[in-house]
């Protein structure tokens, strides 16, 4: 056990009497810890950090399955203390306040803690209802004029809850990185099966309770709470947050029958909760039945996030959600990413802010063909104008140290981005990092042939095994670890590198470690 798992299990356990010894604010009644029971059983979180400022997060539960979504709160404000330490004592905090939360947002928590040093990591914790939380470590960016020191970077995507036990969100803990990208499928929207090692409770979610009691569920599992508590996370969903394979307002599926009334309210409600549980600045508030989600994360001189949000504004899948291929895929008209968040992107690239630009995605970005000449409608392979006009856009602004960053697909894959993937010649512009899921899946195989590789030579890696990604990010190179584990179906799986890449600043493409 770590000093900050130690800290994290003792504090969890306070009642009044040491929530009042460390002296957290003023204004909370303790009093109320004799009949209220324990509310942050979801955890805390953090997210967005900027050079002086991170949001902090967490939703008051104390019985956080209930069938209505409100955790088991009554219907009144609470009154939420936070804090900001340098250090795990609390002894001299940085900053604190009191945030109030209401029922209408399921007492959620969303603190914008500022006025912090840049590069530098810090602690938070809060305290509610004669409650102390566990404790969170977080961190800021560095100035934009600065590098700032080394950084490590871990991404992941795609965690069904019934296929297996959340240990690559506990390995990725183990490592305490600096920052942890999510790129989608966080919860899944299926009923309850008896297919996996645990089950979801419900039936298929549709409404505002059903999504909010969805990830209340996921949220209180230990492992991944740890992974939020160990660093702050950006944050972007896929599909399986609102419903299997949707196209901005075009389902994929027919089931629950939904008239077009019900679909916008069940992805009003989606969207809702999604921002409800994540670690988001304001500004990514939902508006109705949207949510403003890309955006850019600079980390100073040294790295520029780049989040896209592939869903909201996309076209319908050509062809079916398939992978029969027709012509519809070239169309030009036709879009990933929707004009407006296209040309942001080019846009953001060409201002060369720092060394490596990082493009935080969902679907496969590079071409992936098989033998019958078919290829992954739902990816950037359905939208080939749209994944055209972004290479080229790329090749136009010289962007020195494009890479994608991609989840979806339960499985690793590492990529090299071509000019023309008919002609395995052609100029190297970017690289790919697939992460594989964190459990969706199940335990997959020890494969590492990689499938259609004779088809697809920039496709340079694959492994069946679940995991994560982590980097280690510097000016001259980033280091790419594929960490599997063996096992999701029984708790405790040590985490190995099946295979480190690196990527040479100035030179696009994965090389030999
Ligand atoms: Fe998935
Ligand atoms: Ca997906």
Known sequence: MSNLSRRIFLLGGLTTAGAAALQLGASAQPSAAATTPYPFTLGVASGEPDDTSVVLWTRLAPAPTNADGQGGM????????????????FAAPVASGTFTARYAQAHAVHVLAGGLAPDAEYYYRFRAQGFVSPVGRTRTAPSPTTVGRDFTMAFAS???????????????????????????????????TTNGVRQHLGGEIVS??????RYALYRTDPDLQAAHAIAPWLVVPDDH????NYANMVRADSSPVLTAAQWTARRTA????????????????????????????????LATFH????????????????TKVCADADLASRSITGAAQEAWLLDGLGRRLGTWDLIGQQVFFARNVNSAGAMNMDAWDGYRASRARIQQGIVDRAVRNPVVLTGDVHASWGNDLKADYADPASATIGTELVCTSITSGGNGSATTAVPNGSLNPHLRFYSDRRGYVRTRITPA????????????TEHGAAATTARTFVIHDGKPGLADA
Request: aromatic share 12%; net charge negative; charged share 25%.
């Open 74 to 89: 009554p219907d009144a404000d609470v009154a939420v203390d936070w804090q900001v330490s340098a250090d795990e004592s």
């Open 158 to 192: 795609c965690a069904h809850y019934e296929s297996g036990y959340y240990t690559a969100y506990r390995r990725m803990a183990d490592d305490r990185p600096d920052l942890i990208l999510h790129l989608g499928d966080y919860i899944y929207e299926g009923g309850a």
């Open 208 to 213: 505002l309770a059903d999504y909010r009691r």
């Open 241 to 244: 947050e609102v419903e299997n």
């Open 270 to 301: 989606a969207y809702q909760a999604y921002f409800e549980n994540m670690p988001l600045r304001a500004a990514a508030t939902p508006i109705g039945n949207s949510i403003p989600l890309y955006r850019r994360v600079r980390w100073g001189t």
């Open 307 to 322: 989040m896209l949000d592939t869903r909201q504004f996309r076209d319908d899948q050509a062809c079916g959600d398939g």
């Open 477 to 488: 190179q980033i280091t790419a670890d594929f960490r599997s584990v063996a096992t999701v």
